[in-house]
Each structure stands twice: as C-alpha cells, then as structure tokens.
C-alpha cells in the first residue's frame, strides 16, 4: 500500500534508531503502549487548565512543545505498530468503515446526544 | 511532501467523518487530546496484567481490540494535528533529529541506564 | 463518618491552599480530572521501562519522586471528590461490595483468567 | 498517625479481597501503577466532551459511573502505596509544604500565570 509511504519511512527510521542503541529490548509491546500513554498524558498536560481549550491559548514555547508530544506519541504507535504486524492505514480505513456504521449521519447530525452520551466514536 | 500521502489521505477522510456529523463543535484541541489520552489508556488496558508484556500473550479478540485502539489514537492525533496546522511527517523527523543528538550512538549503545535512569527519548 | 478524618484534614487543607492563591476558577472537575490522569501517568513513567516492575529496580530519586507523585493524583482526587459531592471512603467500600459479587472467591481463587481476559476488578 | 484510620482500614480490605483471589501474582507495581493510569482515564472520559466541565453536564449515571472509577483510582493507590511503603497522609503533608514553598500565596494570588504557564503545582 504506497499510503503507507510516510508511516513506513518513518517506521525504517525508527527501528534504525532503536537498533543501533541496542534498545529493543526494552520495547516489549506491554511498554511501548505504557510509553504512549505516558506521552500522550504529556501531549495533554499544556491543554489542561486552558478556559477554552483553543491553539491560541497556548504559547509559541508550548506549541513547539506540543508538536515534539505528537510526535513522541506518533514514534510508540509506529513501534507498536512494528511489533503487532498492524498497518496503521489498513486498521484506521477498517476502523473508520466501524465507525460509518456506528454513527450513521442521519441520526448523528446536529446531535450533541452523542457525545453528551459518552459514546463518542471509539 | 508526498511522504503525507497516507496521514492525508486519512486527514481528508476523518475531516469529512466530522463535518458530516457537525461533531466539529467539540474538537477543540484540548478535548481531542484528553480524547487521545482515554484511547490511549484504552490501549494500554490489554497489556497491563501480562507477565511478560509480549503480543503472544494477547488472545486473537484483544488483538483485534488493540489494532482498533490504535487506530483510534491515530485519529484524534491527526484531528489535533490538523487543527494545530502540524504536519506529522515534518514533526517526527524534527523530533527524531533532536533524539539523534540527545542521545549518541556511542554513549547509547548496549547502555540500559538511559531507561534506568528514565532519561529515556522523549 | 470518623473513618474519613485523614482524607478530611487533607481536603481542609488542599481547599485551603486552593483559596489562598484563588485557584478555584482552573478547578472545574473536567480539569481536576484531566489533571488527575495527567499525574498518574507522570506516577508510571519510572515504571514503564523496568524489567520486572518491582519496587527495588528504582533508584532513591526514583521512589522520592513516586511519593510525590502519589500525593499529587490523591491531592486531585480529593479536589474532585469535595467538588462532585463524593465521600471516598463510602464510595470505596461500595465499589469494593461490587467487586466482591462480580468476582466470587471460589470461581477466582488462583484463577488467572480473570486477568488474562482482562476482565479485571473495574 | 491515626489520621490513616480510614485509608487503613481500606488496605486491610483491599489486601484481604486480593489475597483470597491469589492475585498478588499480577500486582507488581509497575502494574498497579499501569492500572491507576488505566482507571484515571477511565474517570477522565466522561469529562472529555463537556463545553463547561462541570458537574451539571453529566447524567445521574455517569455521576455513578464517575463515582465507582474514583473509587478504582484510589484502590490502586493504596494497593500501590502498600508495596512501596507509602503513607500516603505523610506523603500527602510532604508534598503539600514543598508546594507551600513553590506557591507563595505573593506570587500567586490571582496570577493565572502559574497556570498559563503551566507551571502548576506538582
């Protein structure tokens, strides 16, 4: 699937990094998805106590900051990824046909019950 | 860059996912990141009683589970990505560029006490 | 309730705290429990990368800074708890009935299954 | 410190139901603290689409739902605090006075700068 091209340069990339540091073993898939959620937690904690929660609350130091979170998180799910055989592409098109189902538009449009409902897309 | 065919093609598709629905209203950045940290935790959930932490010891349904979780990551990650104008790809090699010096090859190599120490890539 | 004395000193304390520096207006309990979930993934990052995940493979800074950490998610659990009208302990000991019918001694005792299937005490 | 009364009295129930089960086994603390994380963002999904983030925006069940996951988060810190022999009261009045001194009330007063710049207390 050449959609995969950027995901594959960056997965190549990655397992370079990791395997000239001899880090691997560190990497079971049990601690790469502890990382991604430690780094997700971190993508989080500049939103935390925003009033809106909107791009222009946060500083030129935290967007920067925010940029270097994402792709942190990006690096552990390209890993796990790696480890798990799962094609990010392939899993997010399956995931989102799930989805079309799940929430036809007919029903979902306009409707904040949704989401007040907590069942948001998953 | 071309290396975004697959993050952009997921982008327009989840973008046009969203407009259809109206849910554009409570994607502000702040949410889609806590949203992207519940995913993540969710993630994570499968993996948090394993001994070993390795993929064998997910049964074939929890496999299934956690390929649809991280697609969900990569969701909210690419929804908060596009509103805060970040270009993945571009963010990633940025990052990785930033890890290759934090962490020498030499030093690095064969050296657990990067991860001991918690001084582990970010 | 007596049994409450400790967690009340602390909620007296931590509202006091709270007052002094007129903080109240970032606490809305969607804040308080971003920042909650935000501490415990600081709590695990020492943890993450460990072999074993025993108490005895972090170093002296490392269990200093997990104490911290523990007060931190139990300070925003208190927070929260004050604002939604919560008593822990009665809510901890009616979670804890729940948890008693849902997983039977005689059908858990030594009984990994629960574990594994992830259908762990929520 | 008879302060601990009510969180003691918890750990001895807690340590009692995990042990009639035998599931020691699978309480490391890198996964209870995995669990806590777990569970925390657990408490935090029903929050993460609310305009407002108060407590009036969610439903009776999800003020329950909410209730039992908080009693979840503090299960896992206490379990977790009793392996790595934690009092969490001490822990919690050491903690505090470092963020007595972090926070001079001067300094703080009205300054939402300690949190727009995200330097909250830790």
Redesign the interface.
Known sequence: ???????D??RQ??KQ?VA????A??H????L??????????????????K????D?L?VD??QA???E??????Y?IL??D??D?N??A??????A???KR?P?AN?????K?????T???
């Open positions: 699937m050449t959609q995969n091209d950027g995901l340069m960056l990339r990655l990094f000239e540091r001899d880090w073993q560190f079971t898939p049990k601690n998805a502890s990382a991604l959620s430690v780094e997700a937690a971190e993508l989080l904690e500049p939103f935390q106590w925003l809106n929660g909107r791009a609350e500083s935290q967007k925010v940029r270097h994402m792709a942190d998180v990006l690096h799910l796990l990824a480890q798990l799962v990010l592409i899993a997010s098109l399956e995931k989102m799930i989805n079309e929430y538009v979902a449009r306009g409707n904040a949704k989401y007040t409902d907590q948001k897309p998953k």
